[in-house]
């Protein structure tokens, strides 16, 4: 079992900067890799990111590509998504999801644990 505990959301302008984390506990958290996701009203969870077990691999949804950036540190049990220059469209709902394989996946379907998830909001 993984528990995983998303913070860092809130409100910013147009234009700013958060940096979510994703901290996880319970079986090897180091092995498996870990999606952000999101859901604004009235639409569907998307992909935003995801990141291998190791870090090595990377990926994003074109939407956020050149905008957020998603690491992670296998010590400490956390991931993190830096979200730069963000617009209103960006906000959502953001989950963190630990998946069932190491490489990571665009297909919610692979991850097989969620967090609570933590509320964005850009103004314009």
């Known amino acids: 079992q993984v528990q995983l505990v998303e913070s860092g959301g809130g409100l910013v302008q147009a234009g700013g900067s958060l940096r979510l984390s994703c901290a996880a506990s319970?079986?090897?958290?180091?092995?498996?890799?870990v999606g952000w996701f999101r859901q604004a009203p009235g639409k569907e969870r998307e992909f935003v990111a995801a990141i291998s077990w190791g870090g090595g691999y990377t990926y994003y949804a074109d939407s956020v590509k050149g905008r957020f950036t998603i690491s992670r540190d296998n010590a400490k049990n956390t991931v993190y998504l830096q979200m730069n220059s963000l617009k209103p469209w960006d906000t959502a709902v953001y989950y963190c999801?630990?998946?069932?394989?190491?490489?990571?996946?665009?297909?919610?379907?692979?991850?097989?644990?969620w967090g609570q998830g933590t509320q964005v909001t850009v103004s314009s």
């Open positions: 319970g079986r090897i958290f180091g092995d498996y890799a």
């Open positions: 999801a630990v998946s069932r394989y190491g490489l990571g996946s665009t297909s919610s379907s692979e991850y097989a644990y």
